[in-house]
C-alpha cells in the first residue's frame, strides 16, 4: 500500500507546481488583469493588429477544474436540502381517504352498425354505379363486398356487372402452370356466371389460350343481354362455340376477333346465324379472309354500321380474281365507318372498295392509309356525300409505285362542307393540283361554315402559299402536318397543334412570302 500512496502524492505535487519552462509574471500580463479582470465578464481575444475586450465567459476552464466547481455545487445542493429537513416539524401521516363508491354499471348499448349499414341500398347502387363506370368493376366490388353486409349486398346485385374483363396472370408463366390458373380462373366463374353476371353486356377475354370454350359456354348459359364481344390473343375458337353463342345470346350485335387465332369457316358461321342482327365488326386481314369477305359481300349483314379489317405487317392483300362476272350484292346500307388501313403498301384496289361501298351512303370515315391503288376518280364514284373523315397517308411507301399527280380536286370538291379530317401525307400531286383542290375550302356559298379541323399534308408539294390561303379560310384549323414539305421553308416544316400555333405558322408565312411587286419584277432581268 506505501508505494501506492506515494505515487499518488507525487502526482498531485505534480499538478500543483508550475510547469517547467513557464516564464514568470511581466508588464503585459498586468495589463491584460486591468483590461479583463477575472469575474468582470469579458475576456480578451489578441489578433495580428488589435486586441479586442469581449463580452460573454472567457475560454474554456480546464477539466478538472470544471469537476471540481460542479463537485462543490452538488455538496452545497445537498447541504441545503438536509437543513430544510431538519427545520420541518415532523407530522402524523394524514388517514387513508375512504374508497369511493363503485359506479353502477352502464346499460349495456348494442354495436354501432357503422355508416356503411345506414346508407340506404338504392343510394349505394346509385355511388357504386358511378364508380364502375369510371374504373370497371374489378377489383372495386369484389373489394367492396367485404366491408360489411349491405356493402357485399350491394356489390353483388347483377345491374353493375354489365362490363367484364377477364385475363389470366402472365408473369412468366409456363404453358402448364397457364392451363391450371385458367381452370382455377374457370372454376371460380362457374358460380359468379349465375349470380353476378346475368345482366352482363360487353365481355373482353384477353390471353386465353386454352379454356376459351369452357368460359364461352358458361357466357352463352347465362349472359342471355351479352352485345359486344372481344377476343384478344385466344386460342382455340372453334364454329360450334361462335354458333352456340350466337343463338343464345340474342342481342349480340358487335364482334372482335382482331389479334385472335379464329378459322374463317368459324366467322362465316357465326355470320350466318347472327348476320342479320350485326352492326360492328372487327377482323385481321389473313390468308382465310377472302371467305369471310365473301360472305361480308353477300346479304348476311345488311346493318353493318362499322367494319375494320387490320392487316399484319407480314401479309398483303391480294384478292382472287374471278373467271366470271359477280352480281353485286346487297351491301351495307348503314355502314358508317370503314377502316382498310394497313401501314406497309397493300393492294385493295377501286373495283373492292366499289363492291364494299356500293350502296353506303351513310358512310362517315373512310380509312384507306397505304392503299395505294386507290385513285381519286374511284373516291369521287362512292355514294356517300357526307363523308366527315378521309384518310390516305402513304407511309413508308416506295418510291417505285406510281402515285397519281392529278385528281386531288375531285375529292375537295365533293366533301369540303362536311370533312372535319383530311390525310393527303405521301400523296404525289403536283403543286398546282394541290393549289385547286386546297382552294375548294375557300368558297363558302350561302355563308356555309367549313368544318375542317385536321389536314395533314405531310411530304407533299404544297407550296407556301396555298397554306396560308388555307389556314385563312378555315378558321377552325386545330392541326396542320408541314412536315417533310419541300416546298417550304426550313422553319415551317413541322406539325402545328392548336389554334395558336396554326396562327403563328400563318404569320411567319406571311413574312417570308416576298411582295406582289418584287414578284413580278424577280421575272426581268437586273439593270446594271
Not at 99 to 128: H, M, T
Not at 361 to 386: K, M, N, S, V, Y
Request: charged letters at 20%.
Amino acid at each position: 500500500m506505501a508505494p501506492v500512496v506515494a505515487r499518488r502524492r507525487a502526482r498531485q505535487r505534480v499538478r500543483i507546481l508550475p510547469l517547467a519552462g513557464a516564464r514568470s509574471r511581466s508588464a503585459e500580463d498586468w495589463w491584460w488583469d486591468r483590461l479583463a479582470p477575472s469575474g468582470s465578464g469579458y475576456h480578451l481575444l489578441q489578433s495580428d493588429s488589435m486586441l479586442l475586450v469581449l463580452p460573454g465567459p472567457g475560454p474554456a476552464r480546464p477539466r478538472a477544474q470544471r469537476r471540481a466547481a460542479r463537485r462543490a455545487q452538488l455538496l452545497r445542493l445537498r447541504g441545503a436540502r438536509a437543513a430544510e429537513a431538519k427545520a420541518k416539524p415532523r407530522t402524523a401521516p394524514a388517514p387513508a381517504p375512504a374508497p369511493a363508491p363503485a359506479p353502477a354499471p352502464a346499460p349495456q348499448q348494442e354495436p354501432d352498425p357503422g355508416w356503411g349499414d345506414r346508407i340506404p341500398l338504392e343510394i349505394l347502387l346509385q355511388i357504386f354505379g358511378l364508380l364502375v363506370a369510371a374504373d370497371g368493376p374489378i377489383p372495386f366490388l369484389g373489394r367492396a363486398a367485404r366491408v360489411c353486409r349491405r356493402w357485399h349486398e350491394a356489390a353483388s346485385q347483377p345491374a353493375l356487372w354489365h362490363t367484364l374483363t377477364l385475363s389470366p396472370p402472365l408473369a412468366g408463366r409456363p404453358a402448364k402452370s397457364g392451363t391450371k390458373t385458367e381452370k382455377k380462373l374457370l372454376a371460380s366463374l362457374e358460380w359468379l356466371m349465375p349470380s353476378r353476371f346475368s345482366q352482363l353486356q360487353r365481355l373482353t377475354l384477353i390471353h386465353w389460350k386454352s379454356q376459351v370454350h369452357p368460359v364461352l359456354k358458361l357466357v352463352s348459359e347465362s349472359c342471355p343481354r351479352l352485345t359486344f364481344l372481344k377476343l384478344s390473343d385466344c386460342h382455340g375458337v372453334t364454329p360450334d362455340t361462335l354458333i352456340m353463342l350466337a343463338k343464345a345470346c340474342p342481342q349480340l350485335h358487335s364482334l372482335d376477333i382482331q389479334h385472335s387465332m379464329v378459322e374463317s369457316t368459324a366467322v362465316v358461321s357465326f355470320l350466318e346465324e347472327a348476320g342479320p342482327r350485326m352492326r360492328k365488326l372487327w377482323l385481321t386481314y389473313s390468308s382465310q379472309t377472302t371467305a369471310v369477305l365473301g360472305a361480308l359481300l353477300g346479304s348476311c349483314c345488311p346493318q353493318l354500321q362499322l367494319l375494320e379489317v387490320l392487316r399484319l405487317l407480314n401479309l398483303m392483300w391480294l384478292p382472287k380474281p374471278s373467271g366470271r362476272a359477280m352480281t353485286p350484292g346487297p351491301g351495307f346500307p348503314r355502314l358508317e365507318e370503314l377502316c382498310l388501313a394497313s401501314s406497309t403498301c397493300n393492294f385493295v384496289s377501286n373495283e373492292v372498295l366499289d363492291r364494299l361501298l356500293h350502296s353506303s351512303p351513310h358512310l362517315r370515315l373512310l380509312d384507306l392509309r397505304g392503299c395505294a391503288r386507290i385513285t381519286p376518280a374511284g373516291l369521287h364514284d362512292l355514294p356517300c356525300q357526307e363523308l366527315e373523315q378521309l384518310h390516305l397517308g402513304l407511309y413508308g411507301m416506295s418510291d417505285r409505285l406510281t402515285l397519281a399527280k392529278e385528281g386531288s380536286l375531285l375529292l375537295t370538291q365533293k366533301w369540303c362542307h362536311t370533312l372535319q379530317e383530311l390525310d393527303l401525307s405521301g400523296q404525289g400531286f403536283s403543286e398546282k393540283d394541290l393549289e385547286q383542290a386546297l382552294a375548294a375550302f375557300s368558297g363558302t356559298p350561302g355563308g356555309s361554315h367549313l368544318a375542317l379541323s385536321s389536314l395533314n399534308l405531310r411530304g407533299t408539294r404544297v407550296t407556301p402559299g396555298t397554306v396560308s390561303s388555307v389556314i385563312s379560310n378555315c378558321p377552325g384549323l386545330l392541326y396542320l402536318n408541314l412536315e417533310s414539305c419541300r416546298c417550304l421553308p426550313r422553319g415551317l416544316k413541322r406539325a402545328y397543334r392548336g389554334p395558336e400555333e396554326v396562327q403563328r405558322c400563318l404569320q411567319q408565312l406571311l413574312t417570308s412570302l416576298p411582295p406582289p411587286s418584287q414578284l413580278g419584277s424577280s421575272s426581268q432581268p437586273a439593270l446594271p
